[in-house]
């Protein structure tokens, strides 16, 4: 099989095209990337493409102008469409405090997808190949990462695929020299000071010479295989998830019940999975601390940067960090007023008997024409039942509301008097005793709850 014929076959293995597609090539001016744009450019008219190549001018060296002139005019001579920007990821870098290589790689990406999103493309190609795999295959495991790391460059993630994913370098450089492409030379490949460099050109140098070239090929096949079984895992902890994880607003609560019976390695990755559904940095101590939270008591919490993980009662909760958000409104008593609050609408009313059994009714001579309010809970809030009186905190104890619920459960009442409890949550509402209509109430207020379409 030549060159041309396995990167067809791994297009072809991995679904990465099809016949129309518009796809969109990250070219650098490396070999990698000429010889991808060479590549796509001869299978064009197979696949009926519409290519756009992007480059990204990361202006951290001072050939960084010449190589994009590079691409430009390479891009002409193919007549292909090429655009062109520039960050200075230097800037970026300091900013976001992130490493050089991560800034890049940030600016790259955003760049890609940014094209995707204005010009309406299909697929983003990169250049990414069998060494590059092995190599950020041994960064991971120097940083501790686990099976999602060590299973390295995927061939296809989201939209985009790595058409050259199982050449090796060496096959890349033989492509390109005997088909005559032209590629620029990145001087910052052999600087030391990127770790990418030191497995590079100082660590795999040493392997392949103790263990011979054939150790590269083996190190991939073992990738493979992590891969394989990694995505194997993920699909399960996908389903773990449904099962043990809902969304209630902006909570995501999961049930400490079912995480319990689960072994050590499938909660770690439930865990991750929810840090990074609110795109927060998977360190391996984040997570042990989220794990930490299943042995100790409700209202214990961590906290990382906006995102609070809280143990509440049976479940952990994630949520980010947000105003209160507190109400309160005047309820009218002389005309008819309606309230929408989240999927509900509240209409007030004065009537002079009960009219249907759907409605709640309050005693209006009991209200001592006070003003009443729709409103949140506040502190020293009560409410009287048949037992006596109770604190509005307490009641929400007894009833087991979680805490993330008790400041958008809705209230009616008169000071720090609650006449009527809306638990939208759990389908209940309780009145106060002393506002309860009796055969002696004369005039009543009547509230009607009309739940509306939507979550």
Wanted: with cysteine.
């Amino acid at each position: 099989m030549d060159f041309l014929e396995k990167v067809k076959w791994t297009i072809e293995k991995h679904g990465m095209l099809k016949k129309g597609d518009k796809v969109l090539i990250g070219c650098s001016g490396g070999i990698d990337s000429m010889v991808l744009l060479d590549c796509i450019y001869r299978l064009k008219d197979e696949y009926e493409l519409d290519i756009t190549v992007a480059h990204l001018n990361h202006m951290l060296r001072q050939e960084a102008n010449e190589d994009e002139l590079f691409v430009v005019d390479a891009c002409k001579r193919y007549n292909i469409k090429c655009i062109t920007r520039s960050v200075d990821v230097r800037k970026l870098k300091e900013e976001q405090r992130l490493s050089e290589e991560e800034a890049g790689r940030v600016a790259r990406y955003n760049f890609f997808y940014e094209l995707v999103n204005d010009l309406g493309l299909d697929r983003i190609l990169l250049g990414h190949n069998r060494d590059d795999v092995v190599e950020t295959f041994f960064l991971n495991l120097f940083r501790g990462s686990g099976l999602d790391g060590l299973a390295s460059i995927p061939p296809v993630r989201d939209i985009v695929a790595r058409p050259l994913i199982y050449m090796s370098r060496q096959e890349i450089e033989r492509y390109a020299d005997e088909n005559g492409i032209g590629y620029v030379v990145d001087k910052t490949n052999f600087d030391s000071k990127y770790r990418r460099n030191v497995v590079r050109n100082e660590i795999l140098p040493v392997i392949k010479d103790r263990f011979g070239d054939g150790v590269i090929d083996s190190i991939f096949r073992s990738i493979n295989l992590i891969r394989d079984e990694n995505m194997q895992i993920n699909e399960l902890v996908d389903e773990i998830f449904e099962k043990c994880v809902r969304q209630e607003d902006i909570y995501y609560v999961v049930d400490i019940g079912k995480m319990n019976s689960m072994p050590r390695f499938l909660q770690r990755r439930l865990i991750k999975r929810m840090l990074s559904k609110f795109e927060i940095q998977l360190l391996l101590d984040r997570v042990e601390d989220v794990l930490n939270l299943l042995l100790l008591p409700s209202g214990k919490k961590k906290i990382f940067d906006d995102l609070i993980v809280e143990r509440q009662n049976d479940a952990i909760v994630f949520y980010k960090k947000v105003d209160k958000n507190d109400f309160c409104f005047e309820i009218p008593l002389k005309e008819e007023y309606d309230i929408k609050y989240r999927n509900f609408e509240f209409t007030f009313r004065i009537t002079q008997s009960m009219e249907s059994s759907n409605c709640i009714y309050i005693d209006t001579a009991k209200l001592h024409e006070d003003r009443i309010f729709f409103r949140t809970r506040r502190d020293g809030d009560f409410i009287t039942l048949k037992a006596g009186k109770k604190k509005l905190k307490e009641w929400f104890i007894d009833k087991k509301i979680p805490k993330r619920h008790r400041d958008s459960i809705p209230l009616i009442a008169k000071a720090s008097e609650v006449i009527v409890i809306f638990d939208i949550f759990n389908n209940r509402i309780t009145v106060n005793q002393d506002y309860k209509a009796t055969s002696q109430t004369k005039q009543f207020l009547e509230i009607r709850i009309t739940q509306m379409e939507g979550d």
